[in-house]
T-cell receptor, first 115, second 113 residues
């Protein structure tokens, strides 16, 4: 079955450390997204990519970086510059609007905690 | 700028009672609208979506939503709630151009026996 796989499910980061969250999809979607979820704030867009080797900042990109070297993969790095990284991170992908199955598919998330 | 408002942070409904979750949006044209459900510690599951055409859309798990352009609303309804419906519900909007999805802050549904 097609879907999005996020790993790890739980991640612990020490102060000053960079960590990378994995996101892989086998849906053949061009567009991929990273969202951050905090209680009471809904989901906020960190970065998105419309196509391989191209990505744009979302609403809260500071302290994060991404790469898109393959269509299937869109890893997110939480750098030491992100002052409050403890949150639930969700990856998503979407099919183009001219395809009948237009919509967004989400992974099961990674919970990052600073220790 | 596009935005989504879910005015109710929490809603408690008795099992078997009807449910309506409110969603209002701000956008200059007809948007693409979605409702998602999230169980604790899980990702988001799509309940239903509206693109155009019939303003009453049916989704999974017995949910439906009605698009009302005059009220800029897309409320989610279910005639009889089950205990397994307890979760957080998100309304989301995608405008024209590239399809970034904008979310409301969510409504947590509690189901009482």
């Amino acid at each position: 079955d097609g879907g999005i796989t996020q790993s790890p499910k739980y991640l612990f980061r020490k102060e000053g450390q960079n960590v990378t969250l994995s996101c892989e999809q086998n849906l053949n979607h061009d567009a991929m997204y990273w969202y951050r979820q905090d209680p009471g704030q809904g989901l906020r867009l960190i970065y998105y990519s419309q196509i391989v080797n191209d990505f744009q900042k979302g609403d809260i990109a500071e302290g994060y970086s991404v790469s898109r070297e393959k269509k299937e993969s869109f890893p997110l790095t939480v750098t030491s510059a992100q002052k409050n990284p403890t949150a639930f991170y969700l990856c998503a992908s979407s099919a183009p609007r001219d395809r009948g199955e237009y919509g967004y598919t989400f992974g099961s998330g990674t919970r990052l905690t600073v220790v | 700028a596009q935005s989504v408002t879910q005015p109710d942070i929490h809603i408690t409904v008795s099992e078997g009672a009807s449910l309506e979750l409110r969603c209002n949006y701000s956008y200059g044209a007809t948007p693409y609208l979605f409702w998602y459900v999230q169980s604790p510690g899980q990702g988001l599951q799509l309940l239903l979506k509206y693109f155009s055409g019939d303003t009453l859309v049916q989704g999974i798990k017995g949910f439906e939503a009605e698009f009302k352009r005059s009220q800029s609303s897309f409320n989610l309804r279910k005639p009889s709630v089950h205990w397994s419906d307890a979760a957080e519900y998100f309304c989301a909007l995608a405008g024209t151009g590239f399809q970034k999805l904008v979310f409301g802050t969510g409504t947590r549904l509690l189901v009482s026996p």
